[in-house]
């Protein structure tokens, strides 16, 4: 009689895959390695998944969730069908990746409270990175190993998101309610960048500092509507 699958295994797999692909990217990795940070043998993990690319694939779908992930339905998950990866993060850029206070002010005809409309938009912006800094950590490390994945998050995720904060930048300041800029797009990549510091990346530093979540939101927030806002 097979000896049953604890629950929490996949779980375990799950955090040790990541913790690998983030040290080491996708191409590096492989399944040895995995089972080793796991301190299981390698046929252990075949148990779960039936090759690296079915493991990146559940490390991408699970990054990020708050529940404890049980045990899939089927075992061992099998490798995604070609393109079904990207095309899955494709999916969920678009569901999860969205920004409608920026898309809102961008249609928006008058402002007159431009601190508070700047300020929503940065701490929507904010809020999204931070729900998803484990799968932007993940893409960010591996999408140069996988072609189709980069092309994917760098136009739909990081290039989508860059262009609607430079729209907006510009046209705030053509109205005179923000500061102009000699380039709207550098400024936005300034923007874009800090804000992903202290959502995301701050996280994964080998020389971390000590910072309260909500006072790293909140001073990084009002840093950037200080800088940007005309007084």
């Not at 431009?114 to 950590?137: F, P, S």
């Not at 998101?161 to 400024?187: H, I, M, P, Q, S």
Request: with cysteine.
């Amino acid at each position: 009689m097979p000896r049953p699958i604890p629950e929490d295994r996949f779980q375990e797999l799950m955090d040790a895959a990541t913790a690998v692909f983030l040290e080491q990217g996708y191409r590096r990795t492989q399944i040895a390695d995995v089972a080793a940070r796991m301190g299981v043998a390698k046929g252990s993990v075949y148990t779960y998944v039936e090759s690296k690319e079915a493991l990146f694939d559940c490390v991408l779908q699970h990054a990020d969730h708050v529940d404890r992930i049980g045990l899939p339905e089927r075992l061992p998950v099998a490798t995604p069908p070609p393109g079904a990866t990207f095309e899955r993060v494709q999916r969920r850029l678009a569901e999860d990746g969205a920004l409608p206070s920026l898309t809102a002010a961008l249609a928006r005809a008058r402002v007159t409270d431009v601190r508070n409309e700047l300020q929503t938009v940065l701490g929507e912006l904010y809020d999204a990175l931070a729900r998803h800094r484990t799968a932007i950590r993940l893409l960010d490390r591996c999408a140069p190993d996988y072609p189709e994945l980069a092309k994917v998050w760098y136009r739909s995720g990081r290039e989508g998101a860059l262009a609607l904060l430079t729209r907006y930048l510009d046209e705030r300041a053509r109205r005179g309610r923000l500061r102009r800029f000699e380039d709207a797009a550098v400024a936005a990549r300034i923007v874009l960048e800090t804000v992903v510091f202290w959502a995301v990346h701050r996280h994964w530093d080998p020389s971390p500092q000590a910072v309260d979540e909500s006072a790293a939101r909140r001073i990084a927030l009002a840093f950037l509507t200080s800088a940007l806002v005309k007084e």
